[in-house]
Nanobody, 121 residues
Framework: QVQLVESGGGLVQAGGSLRLSCTAS????????MGWYRQAPGKQRELVAA???????NYADSVKGRFTISRDNAKNTVYLQMNSLKPEDTAVYYC???????????????WGQGTLVTVSS
């Protein structure tokens, strides 16, 4: 099995910053892509940012220029630096990993437990 552990959420005032992290461990052969999703009450889960093995990144229009995704391949860890936070960013943030499982080489699609980000105004 694979475990994704997230951390870094919390309560901040508008204009502040937070840094989320997600570390994958367990039955992993390789990781091809990592990303962050978020879901606010009454809203659908949406992709916030993603990064693939080659380093290419993609961001939702609502966070471009404010959020930065990065990774540490040696640690199987992905980060999301969030600056200039707005109340609209309030949501539960979920880490997602795509790759291959060890031994079976089956496709891997794993999710973290979620971490709450609350931005007050």
């Amino acid at each position: 099995q694979v475990q994704l552990v997230e951390s870094g959420g919390g309560l901040v005032q508008a204009g502040g910053s937070l840094r989320l992290s997600c570390t994958a461990s367990g039955n992993i052969f390789s990781i091809d892509a990592m990303g962050w999703y978020r879901q606010a009450p009454g809203k659908q889960r949406e992709l916030v940012a993603a990064i693939i093995s080659g380093g290419t990144t993609n961001y939702a229009d609502s966070v471009k220029g404010r959020f930065t995704i990065s990774r540490d391949n040696a640690k199987n860890t992905v980060y999301l630096q969030m600056n200039s936070l707005k109340p609209e960013d309030t949501a539960v943030y979920y880490c997602n990993v795509h790759g291959r499982r060890w031994i079976t080489y089956a496709a891997l699609d794993a999710w973290g437990q979620g971490t709450l980000v609350t931005v007050s105004s």
